[in-house]
């Protein structure tokens, strides 16, 4: 059974950093894109970021660009998300995604999501 | 960015009825090398994430019951339910992976019993 297990997600102050981990099960993880999603309460969902099954490419919404880094660990089959310079706008349940083995696929199983909260 | 519009943005209809929702994309997301939708169906109820209902417009998720049918091609798309459950209570989304990054949604449509 696919199973996708977020954590790290907290209160923090704006400014701060977070790292939120993404434990994979069931599947060959390094087959496989992974996405990050993210939903503000009450709101819809956006696409924050991708990589690529060994980890060599990786992309960004313009809203997270150079202050979220996407990574993964394939011998531990965890994914994560490194976000710096948190804003308020930030504040939303961050979803772990599985996509295909091409970035041209949709998400077929998520996580249960973890939230992130930035206020003062 | 590909834009995506669906609409209505709340849906109200009687149990055992037939349940429309419409998705409009910004840009086609038919891939004509290979005759391909890039466009996704998503269900989320109350608390709990997205599940994939229906892929490429129209192919159905393993275990997605039949009544959920998706139909549509190039820019215009619609998510049919043909006799509403009550577990069907949720707000769905549209999604292209045509166009990516980014991967876009739409605004989301509620769904309830009348």
């Known amino acids: 059974e696919v199973q996708l297990v977020e954590s790290g997600g907290d209160l923090v102050q704006p400014g701060g950093s977070l790292r939120l981990s993404c434990a994979a099960s069931?599947?060959?993880?390094?087959?496989?894109?992974m996405h990050w999603v993210r939903q503000a309460p009450g709101k819809g969902l956006v696409w924050v970021s991708h990589i690529n099954n060994d980890g060599s490419s990786t992309n960004y919404a313009d809203s997270v660009k150079g202050r979220f880094t996407i990574s993964r660990d394939n011998a531990k089959n965890t994914l994560y998300l490194q976000m710096n310079s948190l804003r308020a706008e930030d504040t939303a349940v961050y979803y772990c995604?599985?996509?295909?083995?091409?970035?041209?696929?949709?998400?077929?199983?998520w996580g249960l999501g973890t939230l992130v909260t930035v206020s003062s | 960015d590909i834009v995506m519009t669906q609409s209505p943005d709340s849906l109200a209809v009687s149990l055992g009825e037939r349940a429309t929702i419409n998705c409009k994309s910004s840009r086609s997301v038919l891939y004509s090398s290979n005759n391909k939708n890039y466009l996704a169906w998503y269900q989320q109820k109350p608390g709990q994430p997205p599940k994939l209902l229906i892929y490429w417009a129209s192919t159905r998720e393993s275990g997605v019951p039949d009544r959920f049918s998706g139909s549509g091609s190039g820019t215009d798309f619609t998510l049919t339910i043909s006799s509403l459950q009550a577990e069907d209570v949720a707000v769905y989304y549209c999604?292209?992976?045509?166009?990516?990054?980014?991967?876009?949604f739409g605004q989301g449509t509620k769904l309830e019993i009348k």
């Open positions: 999604q292209q992976y045509y166009s990516t990054p980014p991967y876009t």
């Open positions: 995604a599985r996509g295909g083995d091409s970035p041209l696929m949709p998400f077929d199983y």
């Open positions: 069931g599947f060959t993880f390094s087959s496989y894109w």
